[in-house]
């Protein structure tokens, strides 16, 4: 199907060059010093939906029949392609119903009420894009509506290929393409159309480590659902990837590889720090796996898709913490306090290194008349000095658990 997909790429362009942004394709310095490559960051941040996702979302509906434009188009979305079909039944003056995520940043629905307007109607359901998109489909089927599917979707998917067109109008001889991995639909109409026009071509998935549903199709030989996932990057926190675009990747993709929510966060704060660039955590995906990727891009030209700038600002204290904990200078102790007059102050010279800081401290509850137990971060200047604080802690015998690294009890707790 490769032939007919590359088609279907080359009229989407037609359709969608005086509807979406051509945006720039920006070479960095710093980042190319770093990894001893060329490396571009193809800016899809700033579409007018700061996302690709208007691509697809538009050309899907275009190629409806204008009778099933009519009747209404429903959507699932954990918030970019909600935008992108907003704008577009805007654009088009149709009725349209999204169904997104409770967990959905606010910032997210605001936008995407901004460029639906009363064309457009939000329901917010379920945890997760998976949970939402069944309420949609049975909504959908229910009221003879048309869905229009973020990824698995030949339409979809060709709309998000124009990126890919773009990509070599401006960078020709470009020969490594790192693009983001959701449920598939943008590496999936990428990797199509520059595989037929350039086979020598590139192309890396970056998953993300909580939700590396399509590394695990690859491995298990078909889409399968995983159990759990970390919805923090929620642009491509989802549990299934498409059959279609599993095919498609299967078939066009040479490498995939997931990359842990921290380094994201890092990568995140390193963008904005030092280029500028407010990314949200699936924007920055492509740049944080660059670490995992040297043997594949040193000397090469490089493109990075920064896929979209949809950050509500109210994310960034967990974006900083994240960071800090993959990088190994935050931890979370539960500690062991016995009811006694000067056992704080014993904590704090005798377990604390010179370096060391409490940037944390809570109370959680008396047990019984001996013990108590509190809630205690600790930040580090070096990720080396953890050791010599649990050195520090077992030699004064002060009880603790370190919960940074368990998922659960640390975001109980925190």
Known sequence: MQDPLYKEVENAYEVLKEIVIHTPL?????????????IYLKREDQQTVRSYKIRGAYYNIFSLQPGQRQKGVVCASAGNHAQGFAYSCSLMQIKGYIFMPQVTPRQKIERVRHFGGDRITIELVGTTYDEA???????????GMSYVHPFDNLQTISGQGTVGVE??????????????VGGGGLISGISSYLKHVRPDISIIGIDPQGAPKMVEAIKAGY?????????????????????????LVRQHVDKLIATPEGKVCTTMIELYQNEGLITEPAGALTVAALDQLTGDIRGKKVVCIISGGNNDISRYPEVIDRSLIYEGLKHYFIVEFAQKPGELLRFLQHALGPNDDIVRF???KKTNKEFGPALVGIELTNRDD??????????????????TYDDMLRKYFV
Do not use: W
């Open 223 to 247: 889409p399968k659902i995983l159990d759990n996932i970390d919805s923090f990057i929620d642009g491509v926190a989802v549990k299934k990837a498409g059959d279609l675009t599993f095919e």
């Open 362 to 364: 809570e109370y959680l």
């Open 26 to 38: 920006q070479y960095n310095s710093r980042l190319s010093a770093k990894y001893r490559a060329d």
């Open 386 to 403: 953890l050791d010599g604080l649990m050195q520090r802690l077992r030699e004064n015998n002060i009880r603790c658990i370190n919960i």
């Open 133 to 143: 998109a069944h309420v949609a489909s049975k909504f959908c089927s229910d009221n």
């Open 167 to 180: 990509i070599l109008q401006d960078l020709p001889d470009a020969e490594v393409v790192v693009a983001p």
